[in-house]
T-cell receptor, first 116, second 109 residues
Framework: GAVVSQHPSWVICKSGTSVKIECRSL??????MFWYRQFPKQSLMLMAT?????????EQGVEKDKFLINHASLTLSTLTVTSAHPEDSSFYIC????????????FGPGTRLLVL | GQNIDQPTEMTATEGAIVQINCTYQ??????LFWYQQHAGEAPTFLSY??LDGLEEKGRFSSFLSRSKGYSYLLLKELQMKDSASYLC??????????WGAGTKLIIKP
């Protein structure tokens, strides 16, 4: 199957700092990328959907000014958590999909963020 | 509204067979996915069904009945490493994935 990488795997930061997470599709062109957040023992929650070259579409309740998403190329999307606070501590997972909407979403390994 | 239902937790014995059910009500249907998620890790793709019937892939099989809004994931010859959460997701008419809450499968020796 297709490979999606995420970097970094772990981030520990102080409250008020910004954190950037990268998501890369390694062997296919990811027309669409998705960003999820998952709290312990809870379901995946879709935060936003980004299409290459376009602005991201955010789910209701997700602050677009706090979670900045950039999808500048067909293989890279970034999520920046601005002015992170302890309540932003979570498991952030990206997934990527090829040009057809019916294609499978392949997930990156996830990034664990801990804000102190 | 859109809804995906699957059991919260199931327990099975190593070497046995287990069936995880998923029922759905969505606005449109463009396929159903099963993903496996081990604790602390991201989901990994298991199967995709868009036509009625059974798809077999090694020890795992997935079944779909569109008329009944129903799918199941069948795991045979269970191994301890199969202990994980199994997520059912349906792609709706807008090609958005609607996720179930997941079924935590516990395998006992």
């Amino acid at each position: 199957g297709a490979v999606v990488s995420q970097h970094p795997s772990w981030v520990i930061c102080k409250s008020g700092t910004s954190v950037k997470i990268e998501c890369r599709s390694l062997d296919f062109q990811a027309t669409t990328m998705f960003w999820y957040r998952q709290f312990p023992k809870q379901s995946l929650m879709l935060m936003a959907t980004s299409n290459e070259g376009s602005k991201a579409t955010y789910e209701q309740g997700v602050e677009k000014d706090k979670f900045l998403i950039n999808h500048a190329s067909l293989t890279l999307s970034t999520l920046t958590v601005t002015s992170a606070h302890p309540e932003d501590s979570s498991f952030y997972i990206c997934s990527a999909r090829g040009p057809s909407s019916q294609e499978t979403q392949y997930f990156g390994p996830g990034t664990r963020l801990l804000v102190l | 509204g859109q809804n995906i239902d699957q059991p919260t937790e199931m327990t099975a014995t190593e070497g046995a067979i287990v069936q995880i059910n998923c029922t759905y009500q969505t606005s449109g249907f463009n396929g159903l996915f099963w993903y496996q998620q081990h604790a602390g890790e991201a989901p990994t793709f298991l199967s995709y069904n868009v036509l009625d019937g059974l798809e077999e892939k090694g020890r795992f099989s997935s079944f779909l009945s569109r008329s009944k809004g129903y799918s199941y994931l069948l795991l045979k010859e269970l191994q301890m490493k199969d202990s994980a959460s199994y997520l059912c997701a349906v792609m709706d008419s807008n090609y958005q994935l609607i996720w179930g809450a997941g079924t935590k499968l516990i395998i006992k020796p």
